[in-house]
Structures are given as structure tokens and as C-alpha cells.
């Protein structure tokens, strides 16, 4: 995993382009890790708001 691609892949997640789970593809890392990534970050989503279900879509 790379920061670029755990940045960008964060990125794409929180405005909605990606569900958790291709986010998580994407950074190489479990949809478990990349939601405590995303919950560590200042300012960034919390706790409450990821979502770490299996999306409607697949």
C-alpha cells in the first residue's frame, strides 16, 4: 500500500465516487482498514459515519 493510493483512495471514498469497499481494494488494504483509517483522520468521517456494510450493489 502506498500513501498515494490510501490518499486518493480516501479521497474517492468520502466524496462518493467509490463505495468503502472498491476504496479499499484500491489502497490494497480490507474495508476493515481502511474505515479505522478513515476514522483516525483529523477532520475527516467519524466513527458514525462509515459505513463498513456490503453495499446494496453487489
Same mark, same amino acid.
Given at each position: 500500500?502506498? *500513501?498515494?493510493?490510501?490518499?486518493? #483512495? !480516501?479521497? +474517492?471514498?468520502r466524496?462518493?465516487?467509490?463505495t468503502?469497499?472498491?476504496a479499499?481494494a484500491?489502497?490494497? *488494504?480490507?474495508?476493515?482498514?481502511? #474505515? !479505522?483509517? +478513515?476514522?483516525?483522520?483529523?477532520?475527516?468521517l467519524?466513527?458514525?459515519?462509515?459505513?463498513?456494510?456490503?453495499?446494496a450493489?453487489?
Amino acid at each position: 500500500m502506498s *500513501l498515494k493510493a490510501l490518499t486518493t #483512495a !480516501s479521497t +474517492l471514498y468520502r466524496g462518493t465516487s467509490l463505495t468503502l469497499e472498491q476504496a479499499a481494494a484500491h489502497s490494497g *488494504l480490507s474495508p476493515d482498514e481502511l #474505515a !479505522s483509517y +478513515l476514522r483516525s483522520q483529523p477532520g475527516a468521517l467519524g466513527p458514525s459515519t462509515v459505513d463498513t456494510r456490503q453495499s446494496a450493489h453487489e
